[in-house]
């Protein structure tokens, strides 16, 4: 099946500094990437929705100039945490459908933590 | 309104008994898509099985099948013969419209809370 990387797997970062996710479709291109973010024993809650050469859908309540997102080519998306606190840490996934476009496949997810 | 409702926070199986994991779902859209997926504790999410508002036939993969009933706007999973690995979180989701053959045009996930599955040897 279709296969999506994330990097870092974890990342420690100190309050105030930005941190940047990388998502990457391996096997086939992705037109349009999502963002999830999870926290403990929840559910995942759509971020955004990362479109390739135009500019990201955030869902309601997503703050986009904390959580910037780049879709650059078509098997990369970026996101990028700016200026992180302590309550940006969680665990963020990204998807992608595959090239029939009716599965979505998640990437292994990053956990980011904020001291 | 919730669009994904999972009323089953936890639940013991015992080893080799079939499970239903519970899911109704509430959308407006006549296209949609139907997702199972699978959490372990490691948090990857492992994609299961997907059926399509448009589907005669309900999906089965392997262990796995879907109980489609669309005028209830339910979709439970089923799982066969539970193994040990079996036990992790599902997830239910939903996405409304129709997805190009690039994956473009759709909407993400809607997930479910989620069922916290436990089998027992």
């Known amino acids: 099946g279709a296969v999506v990387s994330q990097h870092p797997s974890r990342v420690i970062c100190k309050s105030g500094t930005s941190v940047k996710i990388e998502c990457r479709s391996l096997d086939f291109q992705a037109t349009t990437m999502f963002w999830y973010r999870q926290f403990p024993k929840k559910s995942l809650m759509l971020m955004a929705t990362?479109?390739?050469?135009?500019?990201?859908?955030?869902e309601q309540g997503v703050e986009k100039d904390k959580f910037l997102i780049n879709h650059a080519s078509l098997t990369l998306s970026t996101l990028t945490v700016t200026s992180a606190h302590p309550e940006d840490s969680s665990f963020y996934i990204c998807?992608?459908?595959?090239?029939?476009?009716?599965?979505?496949?998640f990437g292994p997810g990053t956990r980011l933590t904020v001291t | 309104a919730q669009k994904i409702t999972q009323t089953q926070p936890g639940m013991f199986v015992q080893e080799k008994e079939a499970v239903t994991l519970d899911c109704t779902y509430d959308t407006s859209d006549p296209s949609y898509g139907l997702f199972w997926y699978k959490q372990p504790s490691s948090g990857e999410m492992i994609f299961l099985i997907y059926q399509g508002s448009y589907d005669q036939q309900n999906a089965t993969e392997g262990r796995y099948s879907l109980n489609f009933q669309k005028a209830r706007k339910s979709a439970n999973l089923v799982i066969s013969a539970s193994q040990l690995g079996d036990s992790a979180m599902y997830f239910c989701a939903m996405r409304e419209g129709v997805p190009t053959d690039s994956g473009g045009g759709a909407d993400g996930l809607t997930f479910g809370k989620g069922t916290h599955l436990i089998i027992q040897p």
């Open positions: 998807s992608a459908f595959d090239s029939f476009g009716r599965e979505q496949y």
């Open positions: 990362s479109n390739e050469g135009s500019k990201a859908t955030y």
